[in-house]
């Protein structure tokens, strides 16, 4: 899972833009991406439509992303072009608002989108990143991407002692002491870094990685359906708060002070 560059996180994100005229490669994941996917809005549907019926660049296989891939794509970071509407994303790519994923539709309707100009963090805390919309509605755009590999189909995690690691995003999740799995932001720091030999709270793309498009309650179990967990991303365009995110993929900014989930990796 890409991170932000200059954070020290694992992983930073790196774009090869130049390869391909339109498309973005990213190195980290893989994965081809339209450089500049357009801000149409499209029902769901017509969306998923839309990106396998292209034909780009001499490829075929174009479709809309899983959230987890869309997830990928979100820079902690914004691209300040405008320092009063900051766009999640690096640059490199002609992107911005919502875009459909391919995560699927709820029994009332409601499909699952990533926002990348994470619409009201410059003021308040009630901002997301992963939203839910109505499927039948122009919602979103739809951010074409394309992969050399197919999906993986094995099992995604596997459990050793106080470990989980996920083979997919290579990242080792760690339990926590139950006196330990609740706390302020500071509290969290600290849980995690006692826990040694690297380990740490994780990033916001990071955490919506393990928690989208629904948590793995076999390898996680006892994790409420309410709780938020804490991440490392703070947010620049409101000092003093950070990225939380639940289950199923809402986000929000909490303050330092807040009490969330401790979630650890490695």
């Given at each position: 899972?890409?991170?932000?560059?200059?954070?020290?996180?694992?992983?930073?994100?790196?774009?090869?833009?130049?390869?391909?005229?339109?498309?973005?490669?990213?190195?980290?994941?893989?994965?081809?991406?339209?450089?500049?996917?357009?801000?149409?809005?499209?029902?769901?549907?017509?969306?998923?439509?839309?990106?396998?019926?292209?034909?780009?660049?001499?490829?075929?296989?174009?479709?809309?992303?899983?959230?987890?891939?869309?997830?990928?794509?979100?820079?902690?970071?914004?691209?300040?072009?405008?320092?009063?509407?900051?766009?999640?994303?690096?640059?490199?790519?002609?992107?911005?608002?919502?875009?459909?994923?391919?995560?699927?539709?709820?029994?009332?309707?409601?499909?699952?989108?990533?926002?990348?100009?994470?619409?009201?963090?410059?003021?308040?805390?009630?901002?997301?990143?992963?939203?839910?919309?109505?499927?039948?509605?122009?919602?979103?755009?739809?951010?074409?991407?394309?992969?050399?590999?197919?999906?993986?189909?094995?099992?995604?995690?596997?459990?050793?002692?106080?470990?989980?690691?996920?083979?997919?995003?290579?990242?080792?999740?760690?339990?926590?002491?139950?006196?330990?799995?609740?706390?302020?932001?500071?509290?969290?720091?600290?849980?995690?870094?006692?826990?040694?030999?690297?380990?740490?709270?994780?990033?916001?793309?990071?955490?919506?990685?393990?928690?989208v498009p629904i948590l793995d309650k076999k390898a996680f179990p006892g994790w409420p359906a309410d709780a938020f967990a804490w991440s490392s991303s703070g947010i620049f365009a409101n000092p003093g708060t950070f990225w939380v995110g639940a289950i199923g993929g809402a986000t929000r900014a909490d303050l330092s002070t807040a009490h969330n989930r401790v979630q650890c990796v490695r």
């Amino acid at each position: 899972m890409p991170n932000s560059p200059g954070l020290g996180m694992p992983n930073p994100e790196s774009y090869d833009a130049t390869s391909i005229p339109g498309v973005v490669h990213d190195r980290v994941t893989g994965l081809d991406w339209l450089q500049d996917p357009g801000t149409e809005l499209y029902p769901r549907a017509d969306a998923l439509m839309r990106c396998s019926a292209l034909s780009f660049a001499g490829f075929d296989d174009w479709r809309v992303p899983e959230f987890i891939e869309l997830v990928s794509l979100f820079d902690v970071v914004p691209n300040d072009a405008d320092p009063l509407s900051p766009i999640y994303i690096a640059p490199t790519f002609k992107a911005e608002g919502r875009y459909w994923s391919t995560s699927a539709v709820t029994s009332d309707g409601l499909g699952r989108l990533l926002d990348f100009t994470a619409d009201g963090c410059l003021t308040v805390t009630s901002c997301s990143v992963g939203v839910a919309g109505k499927a039948s509605e122009a919602l979103g755009g739809a951010f074409c991407v394309r992969s050399i590999q197919p999906p993986a189909t094995a099992a995604r995690y596997q459990s050793t002692g106080g470990e989980v690691s996920d083979l997919r995003t290579g990242l080792i999740w760690l339990t926590v002491p139950s006196t330990a799995q609740t706390g302020g932001y500071d509290d969290a720091v600290s849980t995690c870094a006692s826990l040694g030999n690297g380990a740490r709270l994780p990033s916001i793309t990071e955490l919506l990685s393990l928690v989208v498009p629904i948590l793995d309650k076999k390898a996680f179990p006892g994790w409420p359906a309410d709780a938020f967990a804490w991440s490392s991303s703070g947010i620049f365009a409101n000092p003093g708060t950070f990225w939380v995110g639940a289950i199923g993929g809402a986000t929000r900014a909490d303050l330092s002070t807040a009490h969330n989930r401790v979630q650890c990796v490695r």
